[in-house]
């Protein structure tokens, strides 16, 4: 019996990773923008349902396999991304923090709607991109769509990372990131890095929707609400502007749900999304990676 439990619990385990490497995906470009701007874009979720449809054309409709399909919504997410960053946002950016937060959230429901217009609210059963083909690990089973799902996420992770800390884009980010005033004044061009942050940002999101298809079979156009919710609960839980903080904040976040959800119930596994959120919020409000910064008034 407790060999039964333990079978089971690594099983739940592996689901937890595939589901919560695409969370990690969302949080990275919450973070990010964060990280830059000082804003929640509660827009991102949304940017990753319009990704998901990207990839649902590319595949019915262009006849492409998964990898260009999954290129062709990453492209077409960073163009929306910036121009989001371009009309949305940068008009607004000297306003009080919850002019951009209102902003934000008209940004949101403004492409859930249009979407939901133009597409119908019917959902949309995402095509078969890989066989069904199943391996066995042991007593555990790990299926090919999490295979490449796993892989891609930890692939865009690692380019993420090596952009961030090695490019000349990257260490501008940091520059303007930490002071945005003094890298102007140093010769870099903000708005520039602002808008390469937006586009990576939603690039990474639109890839996330991709795979969501992929794995769920399924689309429409709500479904980036709840999921960009838990990826801030994600990006919270790892420390808000802190890029592995939403990695390891989205890995988590995914394997307590596949958890909840198998030894519990899945009513449940929302709730401990926030559940997670609250706690965080009390006990650690930097997240676990983030460490506190006195500011001087």
């Known amino acids: 019996m407790e060999a039964n439990?333990?079978?089971?619990?690594?099983?739940?385990?592996?689901?937890?990773?595939?589901?919560?490497?695409?969370?990690?995906?969302?949080?990275?470009?919450?973070?990010?923008v964060y990280g830059v701007m000082r804003l929640i874009n509660f827009a991102h979720g949304d940017i990753y349902m319009l990704g998901a449809y990207v990839g649902f054309f590319a595949t019915t409709v262009g006849?492409?396999?998964?990898?260009?399909?999954?290129?062709?919504?990453?492209?077409?997410?960073?163009?929306?991304?910036?121009?989001?960053?371009r009309i949305a946002y940068r008009p607004?950016?000297?306003?009080?923090?919850i002019a951009l937060l209102i902003t934000a959230i008209g940004v949101s429901l403004f492409i859930e709607y249009t979407t939901m217009f133009i597409m119908t609210p019917q959902p949309r059963t995402f095509p078969p991109v890989f066989e069904n083909t199943t391996y066995h690990v042991g007593p555990l089973l790990i299926t090919l769509q999490q295979l490449v799902i796993l892989g891609s996420s930890l692939a865009l992770m690692v380019i993420l990372t090596?952009?961030?800390?090695?490019?000349?884009?990257?260490?501008?980010?940091?520059?303007?990131?930490?002071?945005?005033?003094?890298?102007?004044?140093?010769?870099?061009?903000?708005?520039r890095v602002i808008s390469f942050t937006f586009a990576v940002g939603s690039g990474l999101a639109g890839a996330a929707g991709v795979l969501v298809g992929v794995y769920y079979n399924a689309i429409d156009p709500l479904m980036g609400i709840m999921p960009g919710l838990k990826a801030f609960v994600a990006a919270v839980l790892g420390g808000v502007g802190?890029?592995?903080g939403a990695m390891f904040g989205g890995l988590i976040l995914?394997?307590?749900?596949?958890?909840?959800?198998?030894?519990?119930?899945?009513?449940?596994?929302?709730?401990?999304?926030?559940?997670?959120?609250?706690?965080?919020?009390?006990?650690k409000p930097t997240g676990l990676l983030g460490r506190t910064e006195r500011e001087k008034v």
């Open 92 to 97: 607004m950016r000297n306003s009080p923090k």
């Open 254 to 283: 995914g394997v307590v749900e596949a958890l909840v959800s198998g030894f519990i119930s899945s009513t449940f596994r929302d709730a401990a999304a926030f559940t997670i959120l609250i706690l965080i919020l009390l006990i």
């Open 162 to 191: 090596y952009i961030v800390q090695h490019t000349k884009m990257g260490k501008a980010m940091r520059a303007v990131s930490y002071d945005a005033e003094a890298a102007r004044l140093m010769g870099i061009h903000v708005d």
């Open 5 to 32: 439990w333990w079978v089971q619990a690594a099983q739940q385990m592996i689901n937890g990773v595939s589901l919560g490497s695409i969370y990690a995906l969302i949080a990275l470009g919450y973070t990010m």
């Open 63 to 85: 006849g492409m396999s998964f990898f260009p399909a999954l290129l062709t919504a990453m492209v077409v997410m960073a163009i929306v991304g910036v121009l989001v960053e």
């Open 242 to 244: 802190i890029i592995p």
